[in-house]
């Protein structure tokens, strides 16, 4: 294997595009196994780039490394949900029958073992990859038979197919997911109405967004088809890296037509000849099947040069593998990974809908939100408006996981309960659900009577169940280690800041706690939610902060002491001396004055 063979495919695939550099990297991480300097510097110099600016996208996402991870790389989904079915009992078992340590390459070079953080399967929990592609419902059944594959070193591709399948778990339909559509319909009528139609039509709907953020959507296209500029770009935002959220995978597998067509009406309303779908890479599984569909489009005439046979009118789809960044679900963070660059969220204003994709106007939503555009082209506005409430209509896809009998996908209108949500997924003993993922909202038991809405509890459509055996301090420390963990680093509040919180929360687990601590942690949270760049840092204390409100009581019992207790114990430090000396006298001890 010639590494600079590798490299020089690699950037001739993507036309020695700069602006295309994270698909560069995946492809040479997937032929040669890694990315070492060596390819980082035949990178650089094929795509004209400094070498410092490549290895700096090369080293900023997760699932890229300049080290082997041999021919296997299994990674454990490791959200809270997977936790809480077992996850760290499985990965034991897993790592003592292939002989390994985690996080460590095999001896023989062989398998690699780890943990990333969610990975979208929270209703098949708990969850894995196989490099890159998905390992849902794991148990000891099936790890070994995994462990048997990989000692037979017999490739992915060939295991059976029982192990990979992804099954939706639609539990309710309503009418996005329910009702027959025909590929094309949306689009014959948009195309009737115009760009002042097609606008108007979203406008009367009320549609918005449904990443979690809620802006009205007609507003947003107007905007961005008003922006002057060369080109005009459409962005699917697929990166749905939110904790416990997982119904646009089941858009994607299943509906594609509908995001697609979506995407199609936004870019007959804004003028846009091109768009993208950025496709989170932990679903690498569904990138094949989505391009199949891209084709069928093409062939049918709905994609491509001249639309349903209008001369003029072109516009296409590609899709964009991201590699691991929970911040590239934030919409300017997205763009700069679209464009090759980490995944760091730009300053604002300008937003993207007048200096977006290259600085030129693009229209970012929600793979949902494009489902629903799709929708109401079809069916009109009235019909739309209809649904939900006045200030939130249609309906919205709620990711319903953990402690239920019936985890998956629902469909609700707008203004359900969380307590007919719970009932209908079998969760009687919950104590509280967390609602929008880590950045959304704890909501406990008194409070079930609440409504999944824009005006009372938001959500990007995460719905994590904790019954009354889970210990919501547990719940809020997972969480602190994954806003730590997936900190971009930009600015000092959020990268400082989300690891000092977290080594706080680790410091109550380890019965070091104080009340100074918890005073510390709300000047913390005060200073994220004041001083950080983005969203990241202005939620990642909000799991800690509603926790602390909701169930005080599950931090007040691992605090020691009313003033200041160090979280490093030199005492048991110095165990390993007095062991080795043989001393265990009262001078071979630190004691605490008690003064």
């Given at each position: 294997m010639d590494l600079a063979e590798i490299v020089d495919r690699a950037v001739r695939r993507q036309a020695n595009d700069g602006t295309r550099l994270l698909a560069i990297l995946r492809d040479v991480q997937q032929e040669a196994g890694s990315l070492p300097p060596e390819a980082i510097d035949g990178i650089a110099a094929a795509v004209g780039q400094p070498r410092v600016?490549?290895?700096?996208?090369?080293?900023?996402?997760?699932?890229?490394?300049?080290?082997?991870?041999?021919?296997?790389?299994?990674?454990?989904?490791?959200?809270?949900?997977?936790?809480?079915?077992?996850?760290?009992?499985?990965?034991?078992?897993?790592?003592?029958?292939?002989?390994?340590?985690?996080?460590?390459?095999?001896?023989?070079?062989?398998?690699?073992?780890?943990?990333?953080?969610?990975?979208?399967?929270?209703?098949?929990?708990?969850?894995?990859?196989?490099?890159?592609?998905?390992?849902?419902?794991?148990?000891?059944?099936?790890?070994?038979?995994?462990?048997?594959?990989?000692?037979?070193?017999?490739?992915?591709?060939?295991?059976?197919?029982?192990?990979?399948?992804?099954?939706?778990?639609?539990?309710?339909?309503?009418?996005?997911?329910?009702?027959?559509?025909?590929?094309?319909?949306?689009?014959?009528?948009?195309?009737?109405?115009?760009?002042?139609?097609?606008?108007?039509?979203?406008?009367?709907?009320?549609?918005?967004?449904?990443?979690?953020?809620?802006?009205?959507?007609?507003?947003?296209?107007?905007?961005?088809?008003?922006?002057?500029?060369?080109?005009?770009?459409?962005?699917?935002?697929?990166?749905?890296?939110?904790?416990?959220?997982?119904?646009?995978?089941?858009?994607?597998?299943?509906?594609?037509?509908?995001?697609?067509?979506?995407?199609?009406?936004?870019?007959?309303?804004?003028?846009?000849?091109?768009?993208?779908?950025?496709?989170r890479g932990e679903y690498l599984y569904l990138l094949r099947h989505l391009q199949d569909v891209l084709a069928r489009r093409r062939a049918a005439g709905l994609l491509g040069a001249g639309i349903l046979g209008r001369a003029g009118l072109d516009f296409d789809i590609e899709i964009a593998m991201g590699a691991g960044a929970y911040i590239c679900g934030e919409e300017?963070?997205?763009?700069?990974?679209?464009?090759?660059?980490?995944?760091?969220?730009?300053?604002?204003?300008?937003?993207?809908?007048?200096?977006?994709?290259?600085?030129?106007?693009?229209?970012?939503?929600?793979?949902?939100?494009?489902?629903?555009?799709?929708?109401?082209?079809?069916?009109?506005?009235?019909?739309?408006?209809?649904?939900?409430?006045?200030?939130?209509?249609?309906?919205?896809?709620?990711?319903?996981?953990?402690?239920?009998?019936?985890?998956?996908?629902?469909?609700?209108?707008?203004?359900?309960?969380?307590?007919?949500?719970?009932?209908?997924?079998?969760?009687?003993?919950?104590?509280?659900?967390?609602?929008?993922?880590?950045?959304?909202?704890?909501?406990?038991?008194?409070?079930?009577?609440?409504?999944?809405?824009?005006e009372d509890v938001p959500s990007a459509g995460a719905l994590m169940v904790f019954s009354r055996s889970q210990d919501m301090f547990e719940v809020a420390r997972n969480f602190s280690h994954f806003f730590a963990h997936e900190s971009c680093g930009f600015c000092t509040p959020c990268r400082v800041g989300t690891s000092l919180l977290r080594d706080t929360m680790d410091k109550l687990a380890a019965g070091k706690g104080s009340a100074y601590d918890m005073q510390s942690m709300q000047t913390l949270m005060r200073i994220l939610l004041t001083m950080s760049h983005c969203g990241l840092g202005h939620t990642a204390a909000k799991p800690v902060v509603e926790t602390m409100r909701a169930f005080p009581e599950a931090y007040e019992h691992r605090l020691r002491k009313l003033d200041f207790e160090p979280a490093f114990d030199l005492d048991a430090a110095l165990g390993t001396a007095r062991h080795i000396t043989g001393r265990d006298d009262e001078w071979a001890h630190i004691v605490e004055d008690e003064r």
């Open positions: 600016r490549v290895e700096s996208t090369a080293t900023f996402y997760h699932l890229l490394h300049n080290t082997s991870h041999g021919a296997y790389e299994v990674l454990f989904s490791d959200n809270i949900v997977d936790r809480m079915g077992g996850k760290e009992e499985l990965m034991r078992y897993f790592c003592d029958e292939l002989l390994v340590h985690p996080d460590k390459l095999s001896h023989d070079g062989l398998v690699y073992v780890g943990s990333t953080s969610d990975i979208g399967m929270g209703d098949h929990a708990p969850a894995a990859l196989v490099n890159g592609f998905a390992l849902p419902a794991l148990d000891k059944n099936r790890l070994g038979l995994i462990a048997n594959l990989i000692r037979a070193q017999l490739p992915v591709a060939e295991w059976p197919r029982a192990l990979l399948d992804v099954s939706d778990n639609v539990r309710k339909t309503g009418p996005l997911l329910g009702e027959p559509f025909s590929p094309g319909a949306g689009v014959a009528r948009a195309q009737s109405m115009g760009p002042d139609g097609i606008l108007a039509q979203l406008e009367a709907a009320g549609l918005r967004g449904r990443g979690g953020a809620g802006y009205k959507t007609a507003a947003k296209w107007a905007s961005c088809r008003r922006a002057v500029g060369k080109a005009h770009y459409v962005i699917c935002n697929a990166d749905e890296g939110e904790p416990g959220t997982f119904k646009d995978r089941v858009l994607l597998q299943s509906y594609a037509d509908l995001v697609f067509e979506g995407m199609t009406i936004a870019a007959l309303a804004i003028g846009a000849g091109r768009g993208f779908v950025y496709l300017s963070a997205l763009i700069e990974s679209l464009e090759g660059k980490p995944g760091r969220p730009r300053n604002r204003p300008p937003y993207p809908d007048t200096h977006g994709y290259l600085d030129q106007p693009t229209v970012v939503n929600n793979v949902e939100t494009f489902a629903c555009a799709a929708r109401i082209a079809e069916r009109g506005s009235a019909w739309f408006a209809g649904i939900g409430t006045a200030q939130s209509t249609g309906t919205k896809l709620i990711s319903v996981s953990g402690d239920c009998k019936y985890p998956g996908t629902y469909e609700y209108p707008f203004g359900v309960t969380i307590r007919q949500i719970l009932a209908e997924a079998g969760a009687s003993q919950a104590q509280a659900v967390q609602v929008g993922g880590p950045s959304g909202t704890c909501v406990p038991w008194r409070e079930f009577d609440r409504k999944i809405a824009f």
